[in-house]
């Protein structure tokens, strides 16, 4: 099994940056792409972000793109989500996910981790 802990997440004010951090461990080597995704109050949790194992298929949601970038480490087994020029609606908790090797992220996605709060003050 893989785990997930997520870090990072606190209250800033909009046009600020943060960068999330997920952490995974266990059976990393079984998951290839990994990602976050978010979930507002009174919303349906949605795709943000994902990055593959190689590095070279990244996505982002229309609403981040150009503002967020999402990397990787593979030696450390982490992944980033840098936010930059924040806005009131990013305010969210931010669930790290993987998918296993050879399935789709936003499809399927296989283990998640609890979460991290970002709020964004006007």
């Known amino acids: 099994q893989v785990q997930l802990v997520e870090s990072g997440g606190g209250l800033v004010q909009a046009g600020s940056s943060l960068r999330l951090s997920c952490a995974a461990s266990?059976?990393?080597?079984?998951?290839?792409?990994m990602g976050w995704f978010r979930q507002a109050p009174g919303h349906e949790r949605e795709f943000v972000a994902s990055?593959?194992?190689?590095?070279?298929?990244?996505a982002y949601a229309d609403s981040v793109k150009g503002r967020f970038t999402v990397s990787r480490d593979n030696v450390k087994n982490v992944v980033y989500l840098e936010m930059n020029n924040l806005r009131v609606e990013d305010t969210a908790v931010y669930y790290c996910?993987?998918?296993?090797?050879?399935?789709?992220?936003?499809?399927?996605?296989?283990?998640w981790g609890r979460g991290t709060q970002v709020t964004v003050a006007s």
């Open positions: 990055i593959t194992r190689s590095l070279r298929i990244l």
């Open positions: 996910a993987a998918a296993e090797a050879g399935t789709d992220l936003v499809k399927n996605p296989a283990v």
């Open positions: 266990g059976r990393t080597f079984s998951t290839n792409e």
